[in-house]
């Protein structure tokens, strides 16, 4: 069964800092392209940041680029969000999910398994 667990979401302040992770099981993770997605209430999902397999190619949403950073560790299972300069814009519920045989898709249509999600709020 596989299972994709975020944790890292909380409440910060504008200028602050998170990090995000993503731990999978169930599944050979090497095989699987990551990615990191988010919606906010009333919006359409988005892809944020998306890493390859082998972690050499990402992807990065305009709006993030510059602030955040995605990597993974093929050793631990685990896909890792790291946000900076954050603002109230970048308040969602953020997502990780996994594209089979995929490379930093940012189309959440090529991603078979997603994670319960993580709330990360960024006050004003």
């Known amino acids: 069964q596989v299972q994709l667990v975020e944790s890292g979401g909380a409440l910060v302040q504008a200028g602050g800092s998170l990090r995000l992770s993503c731990a999978a099981s169930?599944?050979?993770?090497?095989?699987?392209?990551m990615g990191w997605f988010r919606q906010a209430p009333g919006k359409e999902r988005e892809c944020v940041a998306a890493?390859?397999?082998?972690?050499?190619?990402?992807y990065y949403a305009d709006s993030v680029k510059g602030r955040f950073t995605i990597s993974r560790d093929n050793a631990k299972n685990t896909v890792y969000l790291q946000m900076n300069s954050l603002t109230p814009e970048d308040t969602a519920v953020y997502y990780c999910?996994?594209?089979?045989?995929?490379?930093?898709?940012?189309?959440?249509?090529?991603?078979?398994?997603w994670g319960q999600g993580t709330q990360v709020t960024v006050s004003s």
């Open positions: 999910a996994a594209d089979y045989i995929g490379s930093s898709s940012w189309s959440g249509d090529d991603y078979e398994y």
């Open positions: 890493v390859s397999r082998s972690g050499v190619n990402t």
């Open positions: 169930g599944l050979t993770f090497t095989s699987y392209a």
